[in-house]
């Protein structure tokens, strides 16, 4: 399995990190996992974790959320992180609309310009997209040259139909064993095989019947096996699929 998205940096993992990440990939449950920066501190945790795990690889972005604390030489200090050999996209970044605590104007304009860094540099974006549909949506389709990912895609079916005629990869989690996420499991049923991933997203949204405990890797089974009833295929060819959708959509990833 690969875990196309993850926050191992998060304090919930402080207390076992080492530990869990070193059984996780001795044991081959998982054979990559990509941890997603938040901001540019984060950024730099997750490259030392990168350097000390070979399977663990890192994203460098500034998170809406924390649109507004970006310091003014931000996308120099992302360009020159990106240069790392294991970072292999720029992310997380979007727009949040749920919480409004980030003027919007100025998550906009943050999220422009790192779509546009990811542009210069040839990498993938990775894209939070919270109550922010359109907005996410035009952003990318004005840029034709982007490779990105929507991750924990939450969207309807019409936007992952939209997403999937522009070649936009879209990742599913835990929710989609969630009771009340029916929506997302139509979204997800509606993505072509080519175009879909999976993640954790953790410490956060573990699968039922885990929902509201800390998520792990080992977990992603779980979500894969729901994905696979759901749109008729079996687990092992979701695993595959998934897989070699994550390796091509990032190729800094040593298979």
Known sequence: ???????????????????????????????????????????????????????????????????SGA?????????????????VAVGEIGLDY????????????????QLDLACELGLPAVIHDREAHKDCIDEVLARPALQCVFHSFSGSEESARVLARRGVYMAFNGVVTFKNAE??????????DELLLVE????????????GKRNDSALMRLTIA???????????????ITTENALRLFPKILR
Do not use: W
């Open 183 to 192: 929506k997302t499991r139509r979204a997800a049923k509606a993505v072509p």
């Open 98 to 113: 749920h919480y409004d605590d980030v003027p919007r104007d100025v998550q906009r304009r943050v999220f422009a310009r």
């Open 1 to 67: 399995m690969l875990d196309s998205h993850a926050h191992y940096d998060d304090a919930r993992f402080d207390g076992d990190r080492d530990a869990l990440l070193t059984a996780l990939f001795a044991e081959k449950t998982v054979t990559h996992i990509v941890n997603a920066a938040t901001d540019l501190p984060s950024a730099r945790v997750c490259e030392a974790l990168s350097e000390r795990y070979d399977g663990m690889y890192h994203t460098v972005g500034v998170h809406p959320q924390e649109a």
């Open 71 to 87: 310091p003014a030489e931000y996308i120099d200090v992302l360009r020159r992180l990106a240069q790392h050999p294991k970072a």
């Open 226 to 240: 729901a994905l696979a009833e759901q749109r008729g295929q079996t687990p092992e060819y979701i695993e595959r």
């Open 200 to 211: 954790t997203d953790c410490p956060y949204l573990a699968p039922h019947p885990h929902r």
